[in-house]
């Protein structure tokens, strides 16, 4: 029969009769020094290839009387000796064989034993030595540290299994015999046949007969000598080690100390001896319904319990509460109906019209759906139906018709790696920037923002030492320099290709320059759309939202806000610019028009701080950015078309080209993605950066977008929007950009792409611009 050890390994066992027979022979060869380290010698045998032992020889005396006495005789006993001859070598074979599987068992028992038998196997043989008698005068001890040398694999490291308790034989199917601490399979590893195993022993016996297999960890282990004279001294029923002490303390469990209890010496009272009246009624009742059959005397066998339970089964197959295993979950109880939804309700709860125009008026200020009032009809069949039943109903198949549909299943998992996402690599996806090529010294402030016009030639600066620069991108060259008189807070080039126009936030002012560096149309162009304008001591009217008025002679106009305006946005076509003062309540946004210089204000009340503005690039929407949500609005209809929920601390916005994805920043230091097809949820929230986003920056015609930090880094990103409504756009990170340092808890304000090339603009509170380009 087999037996398992405690670390895994199968080794097939003796007869009880036989073992006593061998180890006893073991243990009289491990009392003798001498002995037990003498080698036998060995000759080839010619059937199979294994040696066999020879018996040694005796003294030099006797050898020599008996060659001499045996020479006459040798002829006529050749066939006496030559049975003797093959006597001993099955003799010897036998005895080889015997030590082989001693030394198997030797390996379990030494298992058994534990760790620390093998380390102090040198000492329980001392002092067991001189106990029991066996070590001879003359007889050395071995070294301390000689255990140490042992080539044991138990000793040096734990196993390479780590799954526990769990039975091998459920592995018996498999490619691999369990997993290690990191969680990848082990392989099963090829194992020899008998034919090689045969070779291996005639090749190397020593090693060969001392060497056992661990299937738990699907290896093979040498015995050293100390280990097998360790088993051998457990084996004969003496102490592995000196640390055994066979006289430990008596613990005396019970005290001999007379103790008082609580109980009494007096006599047992009758009650107990007598049936109780109550419990033979009890008794009754159980008689009379098992007669009946209510109560079932044999309820069978209970049910078996499987072996192993299954971890990832399915829920729906586990009956627990219902027929498909789910918990069963009553409906919501739906209010009751009133009158004021009665098709005849009383005249007190009939609203007046007052009441419906204020109601209607609040609603469309909150963008929601107008709520259900009170109406009166003779009889249900003059009851109306519903007037958006039909838009209702086609919102709501749309959105089960582009929503994604997966069947979602408990993904089987072979390796940790497979929990990464598989996305595509960096050098995949380019061009992308990736090195810095220019760095624009010139201000001596931090800069506030920059703005690359729609050329791509010349790139805007302004930061707050109140100085707004024009660079040239190719070569770096400061051409123009103009001094606002105040920090400027934002930069942004007018996107109409026939009017080379700049425009500036400074304080309280919209401030908008001629460029000067565009063709003759061009500056023509722009000098009169800012001509005409009244100077500014004439002042404007009172009650005027923003005051246009000319700065001077050939240095164009400003718009004068009643709030300082922290952000300027224009329109694709140029002629419409929004305007964001964060402090002005009801003129938050303001919107201004270029061809009639006029502004009005689409909101009377905003909810919330208003952070940032955006017009979409193709639709008539604008998208306004307040602290905790992003609103689009419909400005053809005036209403509130998407609402989409943003974190706490929204602090930047950016409108894909496509115009039906939304990217926002915030202080949270997060960067979120929405699908405005989907859902007023984050298609994908992003947290890379350590410290809050400052700017967002979409590319006009590569999949890159960028975000930047006041951690001193931009990330750049590729997102690429596929025209198939079914899939889903692909967002993956393929660079970090650092060039600027942190100033006063400020890295990099702004960022920008090229309109035409993969490349990149960062401005940073060191007072410095960089400019990053693909290799």
């Not at 018996?172 to 392989?187: Q, T």
């Not at 829920?315 to 109880?333: M, Q, R």
């Not at 009172?542 to 718009?559: H, I, K, N, S, T």
């Amino acid at each position: 029969m087999g037996k398992r050890s405690a670390a895994g390994p199968v080794v097939r066992a003796q007869p009880d009769a036989e073992l006593e027979l061998l180890t006893g022979d073991l243990e009289g060869s491990s009392s003798d020094e001498e002995a037990q380290d003498a080698v036998p010698q060995r000759s080839p045998r010619a059937g199979g290839g294994v040696e066999r032992e020879t018996a040694p020889s005796s003294t030099s005396g006797s050898k020599d009387g008996a060659s001499a006495s045996g020479e006459d005789e040798e002829d006529s006993d050749a066939e006496a000796s030559s049975a003797d001859e093959a006597a001993a070598d099955a003799d010897a074979d036998d005895a080889e064989l015997d030590r082989a599987l001693v030394d198997l068992m030797a390996a379990q028992a030494a298992r058994r034993g534990g760790a620390e038998g093998g380390a102090a196997s040198v000492e329980g043989a001392k002092e067991d030595g001189y106990a029991a008698g066996t070590r001879q005068a003359g007889q050395e001890l071995p070294e301390p540290g000689a255990a140490e040398d042992s080539n044991s694999s138990e000793d040096e490291r734990p196993d390479r299994n780590t799954v526990g308790d769990v039975p091998l034989e459920w592995y018996r199917a498999e490619e691999h015999i369990g997993y290690d601490v990191e969680g990848r399979p082990l392989a099963r590893r090829p194992r020899p046949d008998r034919l090689e195993q045969l070779l291996a022993r005639a090749d190397s016996p020593g090693t060969a007969l001392r060497t056992i297999y661990d299937a738990y960890n699907d290896e093979e282990v040498v015995l050293s000598k100390e280990e097998i004279r360790l088993i051998q001294r457990i084996r004969s029923g003496r102490f592995p080690h000196v640390e055994v002490n066979p006289y430990e303390p008596e613990v005396d469990w019970f005290t001999r100390e007379p103790e008082i209890h609580s109980l009494h010496q007096g006599p047992e009272p009758k009650r107990r001896f007598m049936p109780s009246k109550w419990e033979e009624k009890k008794i009754v009742k159980l008689v009379r319904a098992l007669r009946k059959g209510w109560i079932k005397a044999d309820r069978g066998a209970p049910p078996e319990e499987p072996p192993a339970y299954l971890l990832w089964q399915d829920d729906g197959l586990v009956a627990d509460k219902t027929a498909n295993g789910l918990s069963y979950i009553p409906a919501p109880k739906p209010k009751l109906p009133g009158n004021d939804e009665s098709y005849n309700p009383p005249r007190e709860y009939l609203p007046t019209e007052e009441e419906r125009l204020a109601a209607a008026a609040e609603a469309e200020e909150a963008g929601e759906r107008a709520p259900l009032l009170a109406t009166a009809h003779d009889s249900l069949r003059r009851v109306p139906a519903y007037a958006a039943f039909i838009q209702e109903r086609f919102e709501r198949c749309l959105d089960l018709y582009l929503c994604p549909r997966a069947k979602k299943k408990r993904a089987f998992l072979a390796t940790p790696d497979s929990l990464l996402p598989q996305l595509p690599k960096p050098r995949d996806l380019q061009p992308f920037p990736s090195a810095l090529a220019m760095r624009l010294l010139g201000h001596t402030a931090p800069v506030r923002s920059i703005a690359v016009d729609p050329s791509g030639q010349w790139l805007a600066s302004g930061g707050d030492d109140g100085a707004l620069r024009l660079w040239e991108v190719r070569t770096g060259r400061c051409l123009r320099t103009c001094l606002l008189g105040g920090k400027v807070v934002c930069v942004a080039w007018c996107p109409a290709a026939e009017t080379r126009l700049l425009s500036a936030a400074v304080g309280k002012r919209v401030v908008l320059l001629p460029s000067g560096v565009g063709t003759e149309e061009q500056e023509a162009s722009a000098a009169a759309a800012l001509a005409g304008l009244p100077a500014a001591a004439d002042g404007g009217a009172p009650g005027e939202l923003c005051r246009w008025q000319a700065r001077g002679e050939g240095e164009g106009a400003e718009l004068l806000h009643g709030y300082a305006v922290a952000r300027v946005s224009w329109h694709a076509r140029g002629d419409y610019f929004a305007s964001v003062a964060p402090t002005g309540n009801t003129q938050a946004v303001l919107v201004h028009q270029l061809s009639r210089r006029a502004s009005q204000t689409p909101f009377r009340r905003n909810r919330g701080r208003v952070a940032a503005v955006a017009f979409h690039p193709v639709k008539p929407f604008f998208a306004v950015a307040t602290r905790t949500h992003v609103r689009l609005y419909n400005l053809a209809k005036q209403a509130l078309a998407k609402k989409l929920v943003a974190s706490g601390g929204v602090t930047c916005l950016a409108v894909h080209p496509s115009g039906d994805h939304v990217i926002v920043g915030s202080e949270d230091k997060r960067l979120a993605w929405y699908d405005l097809d989907l859902s007023d949820k984050p298609y994908r929230a992003l947290r890379y950066h350590a410290r809050a986003l400052r700017a967002v920056a979409v590319h006009r015609s590569y999949p890159l977008f960028a975000s930047a930090s006041d951690d001193g880094a931009c990330h750049v990103f590729h997102g690429m929007v596929y025209k198939d409504l079914l899939s889903n756009p692909l967002i993956v990170p393929v660079k970090i950009l650092r060039g600027h340092k942190v100033v006063d808890h400020e890295g990099v304000l702004d960022c920008a792409f090229h309109p035409t090339q993969p490349w990149i603009f960062t401005a940073g509170a060191d007072a410095a611009i960089c400019m990053f380009t693909n290799p």
